[in-house]
């Protein structure tokens, strides 16, 4: 008896994006031992996208998360008398937490929409059919510098994004409750831990590496018109911010499970 399973779009799209992700994997792992067949230049102008010019948004999202944080902390122990404490929440929050998926949510909207458009756009232009007839391979020159460039640059901007949190946290109770700064900022450091910073630094290159796999696959998979490039980058920038919070739920089950 043969089992015939039905050739849905959720099956096929699932099939197509696990096939994508393997390509890219295939094409990483070729280029490492060899040598990258992107150009430089290509390369440095993501960057520069993803780092330079996408870090002002990260540090005032995190200032405003890290202020939120601590004011909603003050709120509730203030009445216990302990304000003090609100730097410890704070700083095992962001570190933790906030910081990492903050930075990507925010990432996802931005860097991933614009992987999603450009290449989208090539599509519609059929420059990528011209690559491929020139005997250019998409998969190394467009899409391996854009995940490598966030898998290099989501790290750094985690570590601004922790930075710029416990400023907004500081913020927030130095004025509402009078914190002086040595001591506010020596509960943060008594409350952070290489744990905490090491779970958010691996989830900063894991959230990197979904977003940018996620912008890449919907452009280059988009339809050859003007609609197909704003669908895209819709469910590009969709599926990076699910994606981003599916995985920071497996990521919590699994530092539970160690005891992390």
């Given at each position: 008896?043969?089992?015939?399973?039905?050739r849905t779009a959720p099956l096929q799209g699932t099939f197509r994006g696990i096939t994508f992700l393997g390509s890219v994997i295939l094409?990483?792992?070729h280029g490492m031992p060899n040598h990258w067949r992107f150009r430089s230049q290509d390369m440095a102008r993501v960057l520069a996208d993803c780092s330079a010019r996408a870090l002002l948004i990260v540090l005032v999202v995190n200032v405003l998360v890290g202020a939120i944080l601590a004011f909603v902390g003050a709120v509730q122990l203030v009445k216990f008398g302990a304000g003090i404490f609100v730097a410890?929440?704070?700083a095992i929050a962001v570190s933790r937490e906030m910081a990492a998926v903050i930075t990507a949510v925010v990432m996802a909207g931005r860097t991933g929409a614009a992987f999603a458009a450009e290449l989208a756009t090539m599509q519609a232009n059929e420059e990528v059919d011209a690559l491929e007839v020139l005997g250019l391979n998409a998969m190394d020159h467009l899409v391996v510098p854009?995940?490598?460039?966030?898998l290099l640059v989501m790290p750094l901007l985690y570590v601004f994004g922790c930075l710029a949190g416990l400023v907004g946290g500081f913020t927030v109770g130095a004025s509402m409750l009078s914190l002086a700064p040595a001591a506010y900022f020596d509960r943060s450091l008594d409350a952070l831990s290489f744990q905490h910073l090491g779970l958010g630094f691996s989830k900063?290159?894991?959230f990197g590496i979904?977003?940018?796999?996620?912008g890449c696959y919907?452009?280059?998979?988009a339809e050859r018109?003007?609609?197909?490039?704003?669908?895209a980058t819709t469910r590009a920038v969709v599926a990076g911010i699910v994606g981003v919070i599916a995985l920071d739920a497996v990521f919590s089950v699994c530092a539970n499970a160690l005891g992390i």
């Open positions: 008896m043969t089992i015939r399973w039905p094409a990483i792992a410890d929440l704070v854009r995940v490598l460039a966030l900063a290159i894991a979904l977003v940018a796999i996620a919907h452009g280059l998979h018109n003007a609609a197909g490039v704003g669908q």
